[in-house]
């Protein structure tokens, strides 16, 4: 399933942005895109991620969907999973957060 942006979506949303030197920002980049390839795209409940590299290089966010909030708590204890979050802590710091879509707005 594609990533659909709608306020009723049958989805949890997790935003997660990571602050990283702009010289470690396409290392993290790489890490986030495999560990979505590898582990977490196979793991029940997953949607759909999308990552996005500032401009300034400071940054990374990974705007990601998962079908309930407890899809994605078993995610984060599953052990595949938690060796590439160790291994993007090593070099980024983060705020993920989840939320509910309340509006969408498209011209």
């Known amino acids: 399933m594609a990533t659909t942006i709608e306020p009723d979506a049958p989805v949890t949303t997790l935003i997660n942005v990571f602050t990283v030197a702009a010289a470690r ?15 977490m795209r196979h793991l029940p ?18 705007y ?14 599953n052990p595949a999973a938690q ?4 291994a993007a802590a090593a070099i980024a710091t983060y705020e993920p957060a989840l939320y509910r879509v309340e509006s969408s707005h498209h011209l």
């Open 45 to 62: 409940g997953f949607v759909s991620a999308n990552i996005h590299a500032s401009l300034d290089g400071a940054h990374v966010a990974n």
């Open 83 to 86: 060796e590439h979050m160790q």
């Open 25 to 39: 920002q396409r290392e993290l980049v790489e890490l986030l895109d495999t560990a979505t390839e590898k582990v």
């Open 64 to 77: 990601a969907q998962w079908r309930s909030e407890e899809d994605f708590r078993a995610m984060l204890a």
